[in-house]
């Protein structure tokens, strides 16, 4: 995926009609901050097997992801979600995997937004 898919202008776009650039910062850096100690939680309720922690632990991913308009990573959070909720374990730690993949490649972006004027 390149840079530009990464991202959802759009999403940002909107952020910054709300609150302009000021927003869009402290959005992305509540997002750098908060996705990390999330994947965490989630990490811990998959060595736990405990699909509840999984799903609590996604589902602000999800809601964060799509406020900065990181699309990959709200749509593995959303396939992980609901998965715990219907307590199909089976294919969480590849998902869970891929999640942390798709936030390690939207990280650099998210820097780059944040770090914009």
Do not use: W
Request: proline fraction near 4%; charged fraction near 30%; glycine fraction near 6%.
């Amino acid at each position: 995926m390149s840079d530009s898919n990464i991202l959802d202008v759009a999403a940002l776009g909107r952020l910054e009609k709300i609150g302009g650039r000021k927003l869009i910062r402290d959005m992305i850096v509540i997002v750098l901050d908060y996705v990390p100690k999330k994947l965490e939680a989630a990490r811990a309720g998959e060595q736990a097997g405990d699909l509840d922690a999984i799903q609590n632990a996604v589902h602000p991913i999800r809601s964060s992801a799509a406020n900065v308009g990181a699309r990959a990573v709200e749509e593995l959070a959303t396939r992980i979600e609901r998965l715990a909720l219907e307590k199909q374990a089976g294919p969480i730690p590849a998902l869970l995997r891929e999640l942390e993949a798709a936030f390690a490649q939207a990280r650099p972006q998210l820097e780059r937004e944040r770090d914009i004027s």
